[in-house]
């Protein structure tokens, strides 16, 4: 079965430089969501898109915008990136809008030199 | 964490015994969902109890959900090494636009063969 798609799954880049990162959800998903892990941490709830508008907006950055475009795939886009945005990011994806299941993506990992 | 703590935030237990893992969160909620994670991979849903449930058993999982202590817990009965893994809750908050998942800070869990 189709899973979750993140692209890429390992990024580098040096401070003050900008980062887009891709998310496919899965087929007929119609809510995208965007987490931030740090090492360690739990996941921490950065934005949401439901049918292709932001739905939810939680601890993202204004250095930080996503969109979800109409093939349904979203980009997280990071400018500026500090040092402290190393993380793994995590897209999932979830039927229906109702939160009742995630759907994890594998994740990108991003270290800022 | 952005939703609640987890309780511990460390587990070392035998294969075949039990292990449980408890959760607190502030808000109120429409649903709790528990999810897995092994080290540097996507999380993957486990078990989900409703509001209106006090209680959820699938396979060697069982879930308990106080409202009115605004927790749950998640019993994992005859561990296994492969049990192995991060255990985070997550709640779908009642308001809001209802697309914003918020996770605990996790129990790390280690079942030693």
């Known amino acids: 079965a189709a899973g979750v798609i993140q692209s890429p799954r390992h990024l580098i880049k040096e401070k003050r430089e900008t980062a887009t990162l891709k998310c496919y959800p899965i087929?007929?998903?119609?809510?995208v969501y965007w987490y931030q892990q740090g090492p360690g941490q739990d996941p921490q709830f950065l934005i949401s898109?439901?049918?292709?508008?932001?739905?939810d907006k939680g601890s993202i950055p204004d250095r930080f915008s996503a969109q979800q475009f109409s093939d349904y795939h979203s980009e997280l886009n990071m400018s500026s990136l500090e040092l402290g945005d190393s993380a793994l990011y995590f897209c999932?994806?979830?039927?229906?809008?109702?939160?009742?299941?995630?759907?994890f993506g594998s994740g990108t990992q991003l270290s800022v030199l | 964490s952005q939703q609640g703590e987890e309780d511990p935030q460390a587990l070392s237990i035998q294969e075949g015994e039990n292990a449980t893992m408890n959760c607190s969160y502030k808000?109120?909620?429409?649903?709790l969902q528990w999810y897995r994670q092994n080290s540097g991979r996507g999380l993957v849903h486990l078990i989900l109890?409703?509001?209106?449930?006090r209680e959820k058993h699938s396979g060697r999982l069982r879930v308990t959900l106080d409202t009115s202590k605004k927790s749950s817990s998640l019993l994992i009965t005859a561990s296994r090494a492969a049990d192995t893994a991060s255990y985070f809750c997550?709640?779908?908050?009642?308001?809001?636009?209802?697309?914003?998942?918020?996770f605990g800070a996790g129990t790390r869990l280690t079942v030693k063969p």
């Open positions: 808000t109120s909620i429409n649903n």
């Open positions: 087929p007929r998903h119609d809510t």
């Open positions: 898109f439901y049918e292709k508008m932001q739905s």
């Open positions: 997550a709640t779908d908050a009642s308001w809001g636009n209802n697309n914003d998942m918020r």
């Open positions: 999932a994806s979830s039927p229906d809008g109702e939160n009742e299941k995630l759907f």
């Open positions: 109890i409703r509001s209106n449930e």
